[in-house]
């Protein structure tokens, strides 16, 4: 007949729960056991990674190596496609810059009254308009002729001979047939496009006492109409056009032969 | 020892095997995974950056041929060299045109209204005025025309190199910038040099710079139609790229050598 031992178990000596012969150790031994299962499951997911960045390094590192071994190959091809901006870019410059002499002579003659005539006419791009009427249009000063004259790009920068800046000036001799008509003149004169300042300088009848001799004989005007001096300051040239060098250098084209 | 020690025991143990586990093995692992994976991005950005070098490159590649096009073509606006016979080449064409007589060429910026030595050789041994970017080179022309052929005298030679209105550049020859012009009266008939009326005829006296390359650049800084680095693997030479020897018009003819 099996015995059979009554005390609560918790009410034994040197009994705890779930020890049995082991002491527990069982337990602490399968604990350790799945924990370093975790481990190695860690480890392995971490020795994978690192095989696998290890591989796709040096992929890209051959990758970028190899691109750039190709793009040093290949600069020859992009010195001179930069050549070629910064050069339309300064003849750019240099044609923004320009005054267009046709088209102010054309006003000229659009706004001349009926009866008044011109004998001479001297223009010229006077020196710049000085730095608060520099056009700022960011960039180095491109130094030399003009003062405060701005150009682009210290790379492309080319000196104009009529920077930015500069005011073209007009000086006009001519006659009319009467002081009346040297008034309408100068009002017509303010009509050309561009236009800042029309400055009367001398209006005289050749027979007026006091006249200056030069100008009634260098206007050899009939009679005793008025010979007239008149100066037309323009508005300062323009700097020139921030163009995106793409737009500039992808037209350039070639005309004629000249 | 008692049941509990050994109890202890084992824990602590357990604990060290673990410990150990993880600060040999798993986490030197995960560090270097992490390490390589920063330098997958690393090397992932230098592709991604090399590989845009690499597109810009070919596309500087593929554009060679019309870049190299339009660059030659800039030399006519602005060559390498000083080109004096073919500007008053073209300035006598430009005239003959405008049935405008072309009196004289002066090199420098001075007046040069009396002068009437139409020569080439005499504009040759002037100096020019050397600036940043392009050098200068002034001129004074005389011309001898009505006021109309006058006006369009100056639309031509502003034509010579011109704005397009898609913001390109056409050049039809010489850049050419005119600082300041004057009209006036011819003096005599003969002066006019033509069969018209000596009333209608003007004298315009134009003071004007063309620009000449530095002369560190050639016209293509040595690059041929067929490679920018001059020559290497090329049949294809232009035949005056030298400075100082070429013509405007004459990178457009090219020798192919057997």
Redesign the interface.
Known sequence: MRAVNLIPSEQRR?S?LG?GRS???AY??L??LG??AI?AW??GT??R??SS??S??AS??A??QQ??A??ER????????A??EQ??Q???Q?????????HA??EV?RVLPRYASI???????GSSAGTATTPASGGSS????ASGAKGAAAS???????PPGSVPTFTLNGCARSQADVALTLDRLRLIQGVSEVTLQSSTKSGASGASGSAAISGGCAGSDPAFTVAISFEPLPAALA?GSS???????????? | MT?RD??VL??VS?LV??AA??LL??SP??Q??AK??S??TQ??A??AT??S??A???S??S??AA??A??V??G???PPGREVPSLVY?LA??SNQRHVDFSSIVSGASSASSSSSSSSSSATAAPAAA????T?M?FTFVFNGT?SD???L??QL?G?????A??????????L?????????ASTVAEAGSAKAGAEQLTGTI???A?V?PAA?GL??G?TSA???GGAGSSTTVASSAPGASSP?AP?IARVLP
């Not at chain 2, 910038?177 to 009266?185: D, H």
């Open positions: 040197g705890t020890a002491q527990g150790a602490a031994v604990a350790v924990v370093l481990f860690l480890y971490a020795h990674q690192v960045r290890r796709e390094v890209l590192t990758r970028a691109a750039q190709t793009a290949l600069t020859p091809y992009t010195d001179f496609i050549l070629r050069r339309t300064a003849v750019s240099l044609v923004d810059s320009r005054f267009d002499w046709a002579f054309h003659g004998s001479s006419l001297e223009g010229k791009i491109t130094s030399a002729s492309t920068a080319v000196t104009s001979a009529t163009t737009a500039v250098t992808s037209a350039v084209s070639t005309g004629g032969v000249g | 049941g050994r109890m084992i824990v357990a095997v673990l586990a993880w093995l798993v692992e995960r270097q995974a390589l994976q330098k997958v090397a992932s230098q592709l090399d590989e070098q690499l810009s490159a070919r500087a590649q554009r060679y870049a190299y339009s660059l073509s800039l006519k606006a602005v073209q064409q430009a600036v940043a970017g392009f200068q002034p006021f006058l006006y369009h100056f639309q502003n010579f190199t011109v704005r397009t898609s913001g390109g550049l056409q050049v039809n020859g010489r850049l910038t005119i600082q300041s012009a004057k009209l006036g009266p003071t004007a710079t620009y390359l650049q293509t800084g690059a490679s920018p680095s018009t457009a």
